[in-house]
T-cell receptor, first 116, second 113 residues
Framework: AQKVTQAQTEISVVEKEDVTLDCVYETRDTTYYLFWYKQPPSGELVFLIRRNSFDEQNEISGRYSWNFQKSTSSFNFTITASQVVDSAVYFCALSNIKAAGNKLTFGGGTRVLVKP | DGGITQSPKYLFRKEGQNVTLSCEQNLNHDAMYWYRQDPGQGLRLIYYSQIVNDFQKGDIAEGYSVSREKKESFPLTVTSAQKNPTAFYLC????????????FGSGTRLTVV
């Protein structure tokens, strides 16, 4: 069985502050993908990043950065200099590469509210 | 443009009625999925299909049924046996196993009245 935990249910910040979203996962498999998705109020899921379990390099994309640490089974996401448009629910997810069905297991999500 | 179309965007159902949510993709993806999202919660897998005429139950399949007669289509029926059907439903597709790529539809919000 696999599990993804996002302990923070809601984070509120003032614009331009940095915000870090925690994601801890559990899996017995050695090969897996980790994902982050953004869900704005309209409801659709916006893909942000996919990470292969073999690649522990941190990644930066504009104001977004991700810290992947296999030793602690964590895949944390930081938004630097937050903006109001970053207000959304963010989901961390896991899929096992070799498992049948290619299914995604989601965390419970973290709601980010950025105030002007 | 390729993508996934879910319809309708909003759906109202009377208690005791069955209702079918549509999901169509033109991405030529083999695998398709249905997820349910309750307010303030994550997404849970209802059913998935890896190939035409084949599908498997996910974590919360009770009260739901699906069919996969065509590669492009994966409709979800919410039956009267589903005790709490009010939720947001998302359909997704992927090229196939071990690819790690998913495309999501824009969702259907179902409300029981």
């Amino acid at each position: 069985a696999q599990k993804v935990t996002q302990a923070q249910t809601e984070i509120s910040v003032v614009e331009k502050e940095d915000v870090t979203l925690d994601c801890v996962y559990e899996t017995r498999d050695t090969t897996y993908y980790l994902f982050w998705y953004k869900q704005p109020p309209s409801g659709e899921l916006v893909f942000l990043i996919r990470r292969n379990s073999f690649d522990e390099q941190n990644e930066i994309s504009g104001r977004y950065s991700w810290n992947f640490q296999k030793s602690t089974s964590s895949f944390n996401f930081t938004i630097t200099a937050s903006q109001v448009v970053d207000s959304a629910v963010y989901f961390c997810a896991l899929s096992n590469i070799k498992a049948a069905g290619n299914k995604l297991t989601f965390g419970g999500g973290t709601r980010v509210l950025v105030k002007p | 443009d390729g993508g996934i179309t879910q319809s309708p965007k909003y759906l109202f159902r009377k208690e005791g009625q069955n209702v079918t949510l549509s999901c169509e993709q033109n991405l030529n993806h083999d695998a398709m999925y249905w997820y349910r999202q309750d307010p303030g919660q994550g997404l849970r897998l209802i059913y998935y299909s890896q190939i035409v005429n084949d599908f498997q139950k996910g974590d919360i399949a009770e009260g739901y049924s699906v069919s996969r007669e065509k590669k492009e289509s994966f409709p979800l029926t919410v039956t009267s046996a589903q005790k709490n059907p009010t939720a947001f439903y998302l359909c997704a597709s992927s090229i196939g196993p071990r690819t790690g790529g998913y495309t999501f539809g824009s969702g259907t919000r179902l409300t029981v009245v």
